[in-house]
Protein backbone atom coordinates (compact mmCIF):
# COMPACT_ATOMS: atom_id res chain seq x y z
CA UNK A 1 0.00 0.00 0.00
CA UNK A 2 2.97 1.92 1.02
CA UNK A 3 4.46 1.52 -2.21
CA UNK A 4 1.16 3.10 -3.94
CA UNK A 5 0.95 6.51 -2.34
CA UNK A 6 4.36 7.22 -3.05
CA UNK A 7 3.75 6.37 -6.59
CA UNK A 8 0.94 8.92 -6.71
CA UNK A 9 2.94 11.55 -4.61
CA UNK A 10 5.62 11.41 -7.04
CA UNK A 11 3.44 11.61 -10.22
CA UNK A 12 1.64 14.81 -8.42
CA UNK A 13 4.81 16.39 -7.89
CA UNK A 14 5.59 15.53 -11.45
CA UNK A 15 2.53 17.16 -13.04
CA UNK A 16 2.77 20.25 -10.81
CA UNK A 17 6.27 20.87 -12.07
CA UNK A 18 5.31 20.42 -15.37
CA UNK A 19 2.68 22.89 -14.99
CA UNK A 20 4.56 25.39 -13.17
CA UNK A 21 7.49 25.14 -15.73
CA UNK A 22 4.48 25.68 -18.69
CA UNK A 23 3.05 28.50 -16.64
CA UNK A 24 6.63 30.09 -16.34
CA UNK A 25 7.21 30.30 -20.10
CA UNK A 26 3.70 31.69 -20.89
CA UNK A 27 3.43 34.30 -17.87
CA UNK A 28 6.71 36.48 -17.91
CA UNK A 29 7.47 39.77 -17.80
CA UNK A 30 10.99 39.98 -19.40
CA UNK A 31 10.22 42.06 -22.74
CA UNK A 32 11.68 41.02 -26.20
CA UNK A 33 15.46 43.14 -26.80
CA UNK A 34 15.77 45.05 -29.87
CA UNK A 35 19.25 45.50 -31.25
CA UNK A 36 20.00 47.29 -33.87
CA UNK A 37 22.97 47.02 -35.85
CA UNK A 38 23.97 50.22 -37.46
CA UNK A 39 23.56 53.89 -37.02
CA UNK A 40 20.19 54.74 -38.60
CA UNK A 41 20.45 58.88 -38.53
CA UNK A 42 20.84 58.97 -42.28
CA UNK A 43 19.40 56.74 -44.76
CA UNK A 44 19.43 56.34 -48.46
CA UNK A 45 17.93 54.34 -51.90
CA UNK A 46 18.29 50.78 -50.95
CA UNK A 47 19.80 50.81 -47.23
CA UNK A 48 18.82 47.65 -44.77
CA UNK A 49 17.67 48.06 -41.07
CA UNK A 50 20.26 45.46 -39.75
CA UNK A 51 18.44 44.72 -36.63
CA UNK A 52 18.08 41.38 -33.81
CA UNK A 53 15.03 40.65 -32.02
CA UNK A 54 15.76 38.28 -28.62
CA UNK A 55 13.21 36.89 -26.14
CA UNK A 56 14.94 33.98 -23.83
CA UNK A 57 11.62 33.37 -21.73
CA UNK A 58 8.64 32.97 -23.88
CA UNK A 59 10.03 33.43 -27.43
CA UNK A 60 9.54 36.16 -29.99
CA UNK A 61 5.86 36.10 -31.57
CA UNK A 62 5.86 39.29 -34.11
CA UNK A 63 8.38 42.12 -35.15
CA UNK A 64 7.00 44.51 -37.45
CA UNK A 65 8.78 48.16 -38.68
CA UNK A 66 7.10 50.66 -40.42
CA UNK A 67 8.70 54.09 -41.59
CA UNK A 68 6.89 56.99 -41.35
CA UNK A 69 6.90 60.72 -42.54
CA UNK A 70 4.14 63.14 -42.87
CA UNK A 71 1.74 61.39 -40.79
CA UNK A 72 1.91 58.56 -43.48
CA UNK A 73 3.00 55.01 -41.77
CA UNK A 74 4.48 52.39 -44.61
CA UNK A 75 5.22 48.88 -43.09
CA UNK A 76 8.80 47.54 -43.75
CA UNK A 77 8.60 44.21 -41.96
CA UNK A 78 5.97 42.03 -40.66
CA UNK A 79 7.18 38.68 -39.18
CA UNK A 80 5.35 36.31 -36.90
CA UNK A 81 6.67 33.68 -35.16
CA UNK A 82 3.81 31.62 -34.03
CA UNK A 83 6.43 28.93 -32.49
CA UNK A 84 8.42 31.25 -30.74
CA UNK A 85 11.36 32.33 -31.62
CA UNK A 86 14.66 32.88 -28.68
CA UNK A 87 16.48 35.29 -31.07
CA UNK A 88 16.27 36.31 -34.86
CA UNK A 89 18.26 38.31 -37.71
CA UNK A 90 16.37 40.45 -39.80
CA UNK A 91 17.77 43.15 -42.56
CA UNK A 92 14.36 44.43 -43.84
CA UNK A 93 15.55 46.92 -46.92
CA UNK A 94 14.27 50.60 -47.35
CA UNK A 95 12.92 50.61 -51.07
CA UNK A 96 12.42 54.34 -49.97
CA UNK A 97 11.67 55.25 -53.92
CA UNK A 98 9.12 52.64 -54.60
CA UNK A 99 7.49 53.71 -50.93
CA UNK A 100 7.08 57.22 -52.53
CA UNK A 101 9.36 58.91 -49.41
CA UNK A 102 11.05 62.34 -50.03
CA UNK A 103 14.51 63.51 -49.06
CA UNK A 104 14.21 64.72 -45.49
CA UNK A 105 12.91 63.72 -42.02
CA UNK A 106 10.99 60.62 -40.93
CA UNK A 107 10.39 57.99 -38.11
CA UNK A 108 11.71 54.22 -38.27
CA UNK A 109 9.92 52.25 -35.80
CA UNK A 110 10.37 48.72 -34.33
CA UNK A 111 8.20 47.30 -32.38
CA UNK A 112 8.98 43.18 -31.07
CA UNK A 113 6.21 40.99 -29.07
CA UNK A 114 6.68 37.84 -26.84
CA UNK A 115 4.27 34.97 -26.64
CA UNK A 116 4.03 35.78 -22.78
CA UNK A 117 0.51 36.06 -21.73
CA UNK A 118 0.93 39.70 -21.17
CA UNK A 119 2.25 40.01 -24.61
CA UNK A 120 5.34 42.40 -23.51
CA UNK A 121 6.05 44.66 -25.91
CA UNK A 122 9.13 46.79 -27.00
CA UNK A 123 9.10 49.52 -29.40
CA UNK A 124 12.01 51.69 -30.48
CA UNK A 125 11.53 54.59 -32.46
CA UNK A 126 14.62 56.22 -34.72
CA UNK A 127 14.76 59.60 -35.56
CA UNK A 128 16.34 59.46 -39.37
CA UNK A 129 17.04 61.66 -42.39
CA UNK A 130 16.06 60.22 -45.52
CA UNK A 131 19.29 61.54 -48.03
CA UNK A 132 18.48 59.83 -52.00
CA UNK A 133 21.40 61.75 -53.53
CA UNK A 134 24.81 59.79 -54.41
CA UNK A 135 27.63 61.56 -53.54
CA UNK A 136 28.87 64.32 -56.48
CA UNK A 137 32.59 63.01 -57.59
CA UNK A 138 34.43 65.58 -59.93
CA UNK A 139 38.22 64.84 -61.09
CA UNK A 140 40.66 67.32 -60.46
CA UNK A 141 43.98 65.44 -61.78
CA UNK A 142 44.57 65.11 -65.49
CA UNK A 143 46.64 62.84 -67.41
CA UNK A 144 46.74 59.39 -66.29
CA UNK A 145 48.97 57.61 -68.44
CA UNK A 146 49.84 54.80 -66.41
CA UNK A 147 52.18 51.70 -66.83
CA UNK A 148 50.94 47.86 -66.64
CA UNK A 149 52.54 46.84 -63.64
CA UNK A 150 53.03 50.59 -62.75
CA UNK A 151 51.05 52.78 -59.95
CA UNK A 152 48.92 55.49 -60.79
CA UNK A 153 47.99 58.73 -58.63
CA UNK A 154 44.70 60.63 -58.64
CA UNK A 155 43.14 63.21 -57.24
CA UNK A 156 39.40 63.95 -56.82
CA UNK A 157 36.49 65.91 -54.80
CA UNK A 158 33.22 64.74 -53.61
CA UNK A 159 30.29 66.55 -52.73
CA UNK A 160 29.87 65.35 -49.42
CA UNK A 161 31.04 63.49 -46.32
CA UNK A 162 31.76 59.50 -47.24
CA UNK A 163 32.14 56.82 -45.17
CA UNK A 164 33.97 55.00 -47.93
CA UNK A 165 35.62 56.32 -51.07
CA UNK A 166 38.49 54.92 -53.29
CA UNK A 167 39.68 53.55 -56.86
CA UNK A 168 38.19 50.76 -58.53
CA UNK A 169 40.48 48.63 -60.57
CA UNK A 170 38.65 45.77 -62.07
CA UNK A 171 37.97 43.79 -58.72
CA UNK A 172 40.77 45.50 -56.82
CA UNK A 173 39.66 48.67 -54.70
CA UNK A 174 42.25 50.86 -53.44
CA UNK A 175 41.04 53.66 -50.70
CA UNK A 176 41.14 57.04 -51.52
CA UNK A 177 42.57 59.60 -48.41
CA UNK A 178 41.80 62.98 -47.25
CA UNK A 179 43.82 65.17 -49.16
CA UNK A 180 43.61 69.05 -49.12
CA UNK A 181 45.01 71.47 -52.10
CA UNK A 182 45.85 75.12 -51.04
CA UNK A 183 43.13 74.54 -47.89
CA UNK A 184 40.17 73.31 -50.12
CA UNK A 185 39.48 69.53 -48.98
CA UNK A 186 39.66 66.23 -51.75
CA UNK A 187 41.30 63.01 -52.01
CA UNK A 188 43.89 61.10 -53.07
CA UNK A 189 43.98 57.70 -53.98
CA UNK A 190 47.01 55.69 -55.29
CA UNK A 191 46.22 52.48 -57.50
CA UNK A 192 48.15 49.36 -58.93
CA UNK A 193 47.64 48.88 -62.39
CA UNK A 194 47.84 44.83 -63.16
CA UNK A 195 50.75 43.52 -65.34
CA UNK A 196 48.62 42.20 -67.78
CA UNK A 197 46.27 45.42 -68.35
CA UNK A 198 46.44 46.76 -71.53
CA UNK A 199 45.32 49.49 -73.90
CA UNK A 200 41.81 50.16 -73.93
CA UNK A 201 41.41 46.68 -71.50
CA UNK A 202 41.27 48.10 -68.36
CA UNK A 203 38.55 49.88 -65.91
CA UNK A 204 39.10 52.19 -63.44
CA UNK A 205 36.69 53.90 -61.50
CA UNK A 206 36.59 56.25 -58.46
CA UNK A 207 33.61 55.32 -55.90
CA UNK A 208 32.23 56.91 -52.72
CA UNK A 209 29.80 56.03 -50.80
CA UNK A 210 27.80 58.49 -48.21
CA UNK A 211 26.59 58.36 -44.50
CA UNK A 212 23.05 57.21 -45.89
CA UNK A 213 24.73 54.16 -47.78
CA UNK A 214 23.91 55.85 -51.79
CA UNK A 215 26.89 54.99 -53.80
CA UNK A 216 28.19 56.88 -56.90
CA UNK A 217 30.84 56.37 -59.35
CA UNK A 218 33.13 57.69 -62.37
CA UNK A 219 34.99 56.46 -64.92
CA UNK A 220 38.84 57.62 -64.50
CA UNK A 221 39.84 58.68 -67.85
CA UNK A 222 42.88 57.13 -68.45
CA UNK A 223 46.35 55.33 -71.04
CA UNK A 224 47.78 52.36 -70.70
CA UNK A 225 51.15 51.61 -71.54
CA UNK A 226 51.27 47.64 -72.30
CA UNK A 227 54.78 45.99 -71.07
CA UNK A 228 56.52 43.03 -72.35
CA UNK A 229 58.44 41.12 -69.22
CA UNK A 230 60.70 38.78 -69.19
CA UNK A 231 60.03 34.87 -69.09
CA UNK A 232 62.77 33.06 -66.89
CA UNK A 233 63.39 29.30 -66.59
CA UNK A 234 65.43 28.28 -63.37
CA UNK A 235 66.74 24.97 -62.83
CA UNK A 236 66.31 23.33 -59.35
CA UNK A 237 68.96 21.20 -58.78
CA UNK A 238 68.66 18.32 -55.76
CA UNK A 239 71.50 19.89 -54.24
CA UNK A 240 70.16 22.69 -53.65
CA UNK A 241 66.55 21.41 -52.82
CA UNK A 242 67.85 19.12 -49.90
CA UNK A 243 69.95 21.89 -48.92
CA UNK A 244 67.06 24.69 -48.53
CA UNK A 245 64.10 23.02 -47.86
CA UNK A 246 65.02 22.12 -44.28
CA UNK A 247 64.58 25.68 -43.36
CA UNK A 248 61.11 25.69 -44.21
CA UNK A 249 60.50 22.97 -42.42
CA UNK A 250 61.81 24.65 -39.21
CA UNK A 251 59.18 26.67 -39.49
CA UNK A 252 56.58 25.13 -40.90
CA UNK A 253 55.52 21.69 -40.03
CA UNK A 254 53.53 20.85 -42.86
CA UNK A 255 56.09 21.24 -45.15
CA UNK A 256 56.43 17.75 -46.68
CA UNK A 257 59.74 15.58 -46.41
CA UNK A 258 61.03 15.07 -49.89
CA UNK A 259 62.58 17.89 -51.83
CA UNK A 260 60.56 18.03 -54.87
CA UNK A 261 56.77 18.25 -52.79
CA UNK A 262 58.67 20.66 -50.06
CA UNK A 263 59.63 22.91 -52.89
CA UNK A 264 56.33 22.66 -54.70
CA UNK A 265 54.65 23.38 -51.57
CA UNK A 266 56.65 26.31 -50.73
CA UNK A 267 56.11 28.05 -53.80
CA UNK A 268 52.78 27.52 -54.50
CA UNK A 269 50.58 27.17 -51.23
CA UNK A 270 53.33 28.98 -48.98
CA UNK A 271 53.60 32.02 -51.68
CA UNK A 272 49.77 32.20 -51.47
CA UNK A 273 50.11 32.70 -47.36
CA UNK A 274 52.67 35.25 -47.46
CA UNK A 275 50.88 37.46 -50.37
CA UNK A 276 47.90 37.73 -47.87
CA UNK A 277 50.08 38.64 -45.30
CA UNK A 278 52.23 40.83 -46.92
CA UNK A 279 48.82 42.56 -48.27
CA UNK A 280 47.41 42.93 -44.40
CA UNK A 281 50.64 44.25 -43.17
CA UNK A 282 50.43 46.44 -46.10
CA UNK A 283 46.97 47.93 -45.12
CA UNK A 284 48.58 49.10 -41.82
CA UNK A 285 49.21 52.50 -43.29
CA UNK A 286 48.81 55.90 -42.66
CA UNK A 287 46.68 57.67 -44.37
CA UNK A 288 49.26 60.65 -45.26
CA UNK A 289 52.19 60.72 -47.43
CA UNK A 290 55.35 59.81 -45.01
CA UNK A 291 57.81 59.62 -48.15
CA UNK A 292 60.12 62.42 -49.77
CA UNK A 293 61.72 62.32 -53.00
CA UNK A 294 62.95 59.39 -55.52
CA UNK A 295 63.31 55.96 -53.06
CA UNK A 296 66.54 55.16 -52.89
CA UNK A 297 67.79 51.77 -54.63
CA UNK A 298 70.20 49.59 -53.06
CA UNK A 299 73.71 50.60 -53.37
CA UNK A 300 76.59 49.29 -55.98
CA UNK A 301 74.33 46.83 -56.85
CA UNK A 302 73.82 44.51 -59.85
CA UNK A 303 70.00 43.94 -60.93
CA UNK A 304 69.94 40.09 -61.13
CA UNK A 305 65.88 39.83 -61.49
CA UNK A 306 63.41 42.31 -62.82
CA UNK A 307 59.46 42.88 -62.32
CA UNK A 308 56.63 40.56 -63.43
CA UNK A 309 59.40 37.81 -64.86
CA UNK A 310 57.45 34.82 -65.38
CA UNK A 311 59.66 32.05 -63.75
CA UNK A 312 59.29 28.40 -64.90
CA UNK A 313 61.06 26.06 -62.52
CA UNK A 314 62.50 23.23 -63.77
CA UNK A 315 63.92 19.71 -61.89
CA UNK A 316 65.53 16.98 -63.89
CA UNK A 317 64.20 17.88 -67.06
CA UNK A 318 61.16 19.37 -66.43
CA UNK A 319 58.86 22.14 -65.74
CA UNK A 320 57.12 21.66 -62.53
CA UNK A 321 55.96 24.79 -61.14
CA UNK A 322 55.58 28.42 -62.33
CA UNK A 323 55.78 31.63 -60.54
CA UNK A 324 55.65 35.53 -61.35
CA UNK A 325 58.38 37.31 -59.76
CA UNK A 326 56.64 40.60 -58.18
CA UNK A 327 59.92 42.18 -57.30
CA UNK A 328 63.79 43.39 -58.19
CA UNK A 329 66.69 41.16 -56.93
CA UNK A 330 69.59 43.46 -56.40
CA UNK A 331 72.74 42.08 -55.31
CA UNK A 332 76.28 43.57 -53.77
CA UNK A 333 78.47 42.13 -51.20
CA UNK A 334 77.69 39.51 -48.79
CA UNK A 335 75.60 40.76 -45.83
CA UNK A 336 75.42 44.23 -47.47
CA UNK A 337 73.71 46.77 -45.62
CA UNK A 338 69.96 47.22 -46.21
CA UNK A 339 68.43 51.24 -46.16
CA UNK A 340 64.78 51.81 -45.52
CA UNK A 341 64.18 52.97 -49.69
CA UNK A 342 62.44 56.19 -47.49
CA UNK A 343 60.59 57.14 -44.36
CA UNK A 344 57.94 55.74 -42.90
CA UNK A 345 57.14 53.24 -40.08
CA UNK A 346 58.09 50.02 -40.22
CA UNK A 347 55.19 47.63 -40.25
CA UNK A 348 56.31 44.57 -40.72
CA UNK A 349 59.41 42.54 -39.37
CA UNK A 350 60.22 38.68 -38.92
CA UNK A 351 60.40 35.65 -41.19
CA UNK A 352 58.02 35.24 -43.58
CA UNK A 353 58.07 32.05 -45.82
CA UNK A 354 59.66 32.26 -49.15
CA UNK A 355 60.72 35.89 -48.63
CA UNK A 356 63.03 35.20 -45.25
CA UNK A 357 63.34 37.86 -42.74
CA UNK A 358 61.54 40.13 -44.28
CA UNK A 359 60.91 44.09 -43.30
CA UNK A 360 58.18 46.07 -44.46
CA UNK A 361 57.99 49.66 -44.29
CA UNK A 362 54.71 51.93 -44.45
CA UNK A 363 55.45 54.97 -46.63
CA UNK A 364 51.34 56.03 -46.37
CA UNK A 365 48.75 56.30 -47.92
CA UNK A 366 48.37 52.45 -48.73
CA UNK A 367 52.32 53.21 -50.20
CA UNK A 368 54.88 50.25 -48.74
CA UNK A 369 58.19 49.23 -49.49
CA UNK A 370 59.74 45.09 -48.72
CA UNK A 371 62.92 43.77 -48.13
CA UNK A 372 63.53 40.24 -48.61
CA UNK A 373 65.53 37.07 -47.64
CA UNK A 374 67.67 39.42 -45.09
CA UNK A 375 70.57 37.70 -42.82
CA UNK A 376 69.40 39.91 -40.05
CA UNK A 377 66.90 42.55 -38.96
CA UNK A 378 67.75 45.79 -36.96
CA UNK A 379 64.56 47.24 -36.81
CA UNK A 380 61.26 46.54 -35.45
CA UNK A 381 57.79 46.78 -35.84
CA UNK A 382 56.00 50.20 -35.13
CA UNK A 383 59.61 51.93 -35.56
CA UNK A 384 59.89 55.02 -37.72
CA UNK A 385 62.47 54.72 -39.82
CA UNK A 386 64.36 57.78 -42.37
CA UNK A 387 64.98 57.86 -45.72
CA UNK A 388 68.58 55.89 -45.58
CA UNK A 389 68.01 54.44 -42.72
CA UNK A 390 69.41 50.79 -42.41
CA UNK A 391 66.94 48.13 -41.41
CA UNK A 392 69.43 45.02 -41.72
CA UNK A 393 71.73 43.11 -43.79
CA UNK A 394 71.44 41.39 -47.15
CA UNK A 395 71.18 37.83 -46.81
CA UNK A 396 69.64 34.40 -48.64
CA UNK A 397 66.78 33.78 -45.99
CA UNK A 398 63.57 31.67 -47.48
CA UNK A 399 63.30 31.40 -51.44
CA UNK A 400 66.57 32.51 -52.61
CA UNK A 401 69.82 30.83 -54.52
CA UNK A 402 72.71 33.45 -52.89
CA UNK A 403 72.80 36.71 -51.41
CA UNK A 404 70.61 39.34 -52.79
CA UNK A 405 68.09 41.69 -52.16
CA UNK A 406 64.72 41.19 -53.28
CA UNK A 407 62.91 44.86 -52.67
CA UNK A 408 59.52 44.80 -53.94
CA UNK A 409 56.65 48.23 -53.59
CA UNK A 410 53.15 47.69 -52.49
CA UNK A 411 50.01 50.11 -53.52
CA UNK A 412 47.20 49.20 -51.43
CA UNK A 413 48.86 45.68 -50.47
CA UNK A 414 49.52 45.19 -54.39
CA UNK A 415 52.83 44.64 -55.74
CA UNK A 416 53.62 47.34 -57.80
CA UNK A 417 57.13 47.89 -60.19
CA UNK A 418 59.18 49.42 -57.73
CA UNK A 419 61.66 51.24 -61.09
CA UNK A 420 59.12 54.04 -61.12
CA UNK A 421 59.80 54.64 -57.54
CA UNK A 422 63.33 55.30 -58.24
CA UNK A 423 62.62 57.75 -61.14
CA UNK A 424 62.63 61.22 -60.30
CA UNK A 425 61.09 62.33 -63.56
CA UNK A 426 58.07 59.72 -63.22
CA UNK A 427 57.70 60.73 -59.61
CA UNK A 428 57.19 64.51 -60.63
CA UNK A 429 55.47 63.46 -63.76
CA UNK A 430 53.06 61.24 -61.77
CA UNK A 431 52.97 61.98 -58.26
CA UNK A 432 54.30 65.21 -56.64
CA UNK A 433 53.87 67.63 -60.77
CA UNK A 434 50.33 66.18 -60.09
CA UNK A 435 49.63 67.76 -56.95
CA UNK A 436 51.48 71.11 -57.78
CA UNK A 437 49.85 71.08 -61.28
CA UNK A 438 46.23 70.56 -60.02
CA UNK A 439 46.64 73.43 -57.17
CA UNK A 440 47.90 75.83 -59.87
CA UNK A 441 44.96 74.75 -62.17
CA UNK A 442 42.54 75.56 -59.28
CA UNK A 443 44.24 78.79 -58.83
CA UNK A 444 43.85 81.00 -61.76
CA UNK A 445 46.39 83.55 -59.69
CA UNK A 446 49.05 81.36 -59.59
CA UNK A 447 48.22 79.42 -63.24
CA UNK A 448 49.03 82.98 -64.78
CA UNK A 449 52.09 83.50 -62.62
CA UNK A 450 53.61 80.71 -63.83
CA UNK A 451 52.82 80.07 -67.82
CA UNK A 452 56.44 79.41 -68.88
CA UNK A 453 56.56 76.15 -66.51
CA UNK A 454 53.44 74.76 -67.39
CA UNK A 455 54.13 75.21 -70.93
CA UNK A 456 57.79 73.69 -70.53
CA UNK A 457 55.89 70.44 -68.56
CA UNK A 458 53.77 69.80 -71.35
CA UNK A 459 56.90 69.74 -74.03
CA UNK A 460 58.53 67.48 -71.79
CA UNK A 461 55.94 65.31 -71.36
CA UNK A 462 55.35 64.88 -75.14
CA UNK A 463 59.17 64.19 -75.06
CA UNK A 464 58.77 61.22 -72.75
CA UNK A 465 55.67 59.79 -74.05
ZN1 LIG B 1 63.41 38.19 -55.86
Not at 30 to 56: C, H, M, N, W, Y
Not at 151 to 170: D, H, K, M, N, P
Request: aromatic share 8%.
Amino acid sequence: MNRMYLLLFGLAIALAGTALWAFNTVLEFEKPAIDLKEDLSTIGQGRFIALSVSDQKSGIRSVSATISQDGKDHVVLSENYPGGTREQALSPELNLRGLHLKDGPATITITAEDHSWLKNRTTLAVETSIDTVPPQIGLISSAHNVNAGGTGVALYRVSEEVTRTGIRVGDRFFQGYPYAIQAKPCHIAYFAIPVSASKGGLKILITARDKAGNESSVILPHLVREKKFKDDKITLSRAFLEQKMPEFRQHDSRVPATPLEAFLFVNETLRVENARTIQAAGSKTQPKALWEGTFLRMKNAAPMAGFAQERTYLFEGMAVSKSTHLGVDLASTERAPIESANSGVVVHAGYLGIYGNTVIVDHGLGLSSLYAHLSDISVKIGQNVARGETLGSSGSTGLAGGDHLHFSILVGGEFVNPTEWWDAHWIRDNVTGKLTETASQEAPATQKAQPAKAKAKGKKKKARG
